[in-house]
């Protein structure tokens, strides 16, 4: 059920900064206890201040919604929601949310797509991630279908062959011009065990509101398409 903002009008939907001006943000996905027993957990994710490479003050918490016998069936293809909550628990407002169909990850057809609404409900974009071969490459677009922005990766990274000795990284390109970036962390013996991923939020020249709203996005749908493994085993 989606929330809404009291006091939050839909005008102000694009010109609220939700990441308040911070340039840097680490995401960092939290463990479920019941996945120890194999069992698909909902994804949680706390999303924090990047300080010099470290993990600062938690700002928003990023909670799914999904149905149990789809999440156990169908694992990381699952259709899910997810909410992104302002402040360090999901008692806090919804400040945005993505809505993902059910899809086939790593096939050519059925791909993830992200349909993503601001408070109360506001359609501002769709994130897409086409079939290319060797390459990891997402569409960005406004509410109204026109392109912002590209996230572009290659699979020929350390990071996707072995990832605990390096990062998989990723450009946000607006006019074919690098503008941000994404890094998917190297994993630690941690992430390993838990099946746990972290990455690093880098909107370097973005400064619209919307367009780092939807890069944010993007983000989490790399996570799901590339990153997220199968816990049902």
């Given at each position: 059920?989606?929330?809404?903002?009291?006091?939050?009008?839909?005008?102000?939907?694009?010109?609220?900064?939700?990441?308040?001006?911070?340039?840097?943000?680490?995401?960092i996905?939290?463990?479920?206890?019941?996945?120890f027993?194999?069992?698909?957990?909902?994804?949680?994710?706390?999303?924090s201040l990047?300080?010099?490479?470290?993990e600062?003050?938690v700002?928003?918490?990023?909670?799914?919604?999904?149905?149990?016998?789809?999440?156990?069936?169908?694992?990381?293809?699952?259709?899910?929601?997810?909410n992104?909550?302002?402040?360090?628990?999901?008692?806090?407002p919804?400040i945005?949310?993505?809505?993902?169909?059910?899809?086939l990850?790593?096939?050519?057809?059925?791909?993830?797509?992200?349909?993503?609404?601001?408070?109360?409900?506001?359609?501002?974009?769709?994130?897409e991630?086409?079939?290319?071969?060797?390459?990891?490459?997402?569409?960005?677009?406004?509410?109204?279908?026109?392109?912002?922005?590209?996230?572009?990766?290659?699979?020929?990274?350390?990071?996707?062959?072995?990832?605990?000795?390096?990062?998989?990284?990723?450009?946000?390109?607006?006019?074919?011009?690098?503008?941000?970036?994404?890094?998917?962390?190297?994993?630690g013996?941690?992430?390993c065990?838990?099946?746990t991923?972290?990455?690093n939020?880098?909107?370097?020249?973005?400064?619209?509101?919307?367009?780092?709203?939807?890069m944010?996005?993007?983000?989490?749908?790399?996570?799901?398409?590339y990153f997220?493994v199968?816990?049902?085993?």
């Amino acid at each position: 059920m989606a929330a809404n903002v009291i006091g939050a009008p839909a005008q102000e939907t694009m010109a609220n900064d939700p990441f308040a001006g911070a340039k840097q943000l680490r995401v960092i996905q939290e463990w479920a206890a019941v996945e120890f027993f194999s069992c698909e957990a909902k994804n949680r994710y706390r999303v924090s201040l990047a300080n010099d490479g470290t993990e600062g003050p938690v700002v928003m918490y990023i909670a799914e919604e999904s149905g149990f016998c789809e999440r156990i069936c169908c694992s990381v293809n699952r259709s899910l929601k997810f909410n992104i909550h302002q402040g360090a628990s999901k008692e806090g407002p919804v400040i945005q949310s993505m809505h993902k169909p059910f899809h086939l990850q790593g096939c050519c057809c059925m791909r993830p797509k992200f349909d993503v609404f601001g408070p109360g409900s506001t359609p501002i974009g769709t994130v897409e991630d086409p079939f290319k071969c060797c390459v990891m490459d997402q569409r960005i677009l406004d509410s109204k279908g026109t392109q912002l922005l590209t996230t572009r990766g290659s699979v020929c990274q350390i990071g996707m062959l072995c990832p605990f000795f390096g990062s998989v990284d990723f450009d946000i390109l607006k006019n074919g011009q690098p503008v941000a970036k994404v890094s998917k962390m190297a994993m630690g013996c941690g992430e390993c065990l838990t099946k746990t991923n972290r990455f690093n939020v880098d909107f370097g020249g973005l400064t619209d509101p919307l367009e780092k709203r939807l890069m944010f996005a993007a983000v989490m749908l790399l996570d799901l398409e590339y990153f997220e493994v199968n816990k049902n085993n």
